[in-house]
T-cell receptor
Framework: GNSVTQMEGPVTLSEEAFLTINCTYT??????LFWYVQYPGEGLQLLLK?????DKGSNKGFEATYRKETTSFHLEKGSVQVSDSAVYFC????????????FGAGTRLFVKA | DAGVIQSPRHEVTEMGQEVTLRCKPI?????LFWYRQTMMRGLELLIY????????DSGMPEDRFSAKMPNASFSTLKIQPSEPRDSAVYFC???????????FGQGTRLTVV
C-alpha cells in the first residue's frame, strides 16, 4: 500500500542554520506530494506541493523537489527562524475517487535564538 | 472564505457518553476527510467522503465510530459509547475533487474521562 516515511525528530537548530527533513514514499501510480506544517494548537497548513516528477514546490523559503528515481521529497530551507518551530508532515495523495492523503509521522523542529 | 469550520473546539465527556463532532467544509469542495491525531499514533485517516459518499472507512477504529455527510456542507463524526482511549484531537479537512492538497480545520480536542 501507499506510505510515507520521514525522519524522526525532534530536530533542534540554531537560528539561520540550514534545514533538511528527509521524506521517502511508497506509492502505486503517480502520487502528488506535500509538506504540511502544524503550529502548536492549530490544524495542519499546506506548506508546499509537487504534482509530478522533477517538480519543485516552494513557499516561505522552504523547498522540496519530487524525485521519482529515489522516491523522495526532502524539505529544505536555507536559513531557519525561530518562527519556523513547528511540526512538519510529509504526505502523498493519490486519486482514488477523490484525493486520499496519507501522512508521515511528523517531524518536530525546534529553532533556538 | 472562512475555511473548514469544526465544532466544538474542545469537548470533555464521561466514558460511555455519546460524542458528536461537526464539520463544515470549504464551500465548493467535494472531498471531506476525518483524521485523528494522538502522540502515540500520529495522524490517522479515519474516513473520507467524495461527493457526500463514503469512499474509504477502513481507518474507522471500530463500530463505536460512525460518520455521516448528509449534504455537501456538513459532516458529523459520532462516537458511541466513548472510551478514554478515544481522547485525541480530531481534524476535519476538505479538498476540491481533482485538486490535490487538503485544507484542515482547527480540530476538536476530545477528552474522555
Amino acid at each position: 500500500g501507499n506510505s510515507v516515511t520521514q525522519m524522526e525528530g525532534p530536530v533542534t537548530l540554531s537560528e539561520e542554520a540550514f534545514l533538511t527533513i528527509n521524506c521517502t514514499y511508497t506509492a502505486t501510480g503517480y502520487p502528488s506530494l506535500f509538506w504540511y506544517v502544524q503550529y502548536p494548537g492549530e490544524g495542519l497548513q499546506l506548506l508546499l506541493k509537487a504534482t509530478k516528477a522533477d517538480d519543485k514546490g516552494s513557499n516561505k523559503g522552504f523547498e522540496a523537489t519530487y524525485r521519482k528515481e529515489t522516491t523522495s521529497f526532502h524539505l529544505e530551507k536555507g536559513s531557519v527562524q525561530v518562527s519556523d518551530s513547528a511540526v512538519y508532515f510529509c504526505a502523498l495523495s493519490t486519486n482514488t475517487g477523490g484525493f486520499k492523503t496519507i501522512f508521515g509521522a511528523g517531524t518536530r523542529l525546534f529553532v533556538k535564538a | 472564505d472562512a475555511g473548514v469550520i469544526q465544532s466544538p473546539r474542545h469537548e470533555v465527556t464521561e466514558m460511555g457518553q455519546e460524542v458528536t463532532l461537526r464539520c463544515k467544509p470549504i464551500s465548493g469542495h467535494n472531498s471531506l476527510f476525518w483524521y485523528r491525531q494522538t502522540m502515540m499514533r500520529g495522524l490517522e485517516l479515519l474516513i473520507y467522503f467524495n461527493n457526500n459518499v463514503p469512499i474509504d472507512d477502513s481507518g474507522m477504529p471500530e463500530d463505536r465510530f460512525s460518520a455521516k455527510m448528509p449534504n455537501a456542507s456538513f459532516s458529523t463524526l459520532k462516537i458511541q459509547p466513548s472510551e478514554p482511549r478515544d481522547s485525541a484531537v480530531y481534524f476535519c479537512a476538505s479538498s476540491l475533487g481533482q485538486t490535490p492538497g487538503a485544507f484542515f480545520g482547527q480540530g476538536t480536542r476530545l477528552t474522555v474521562v
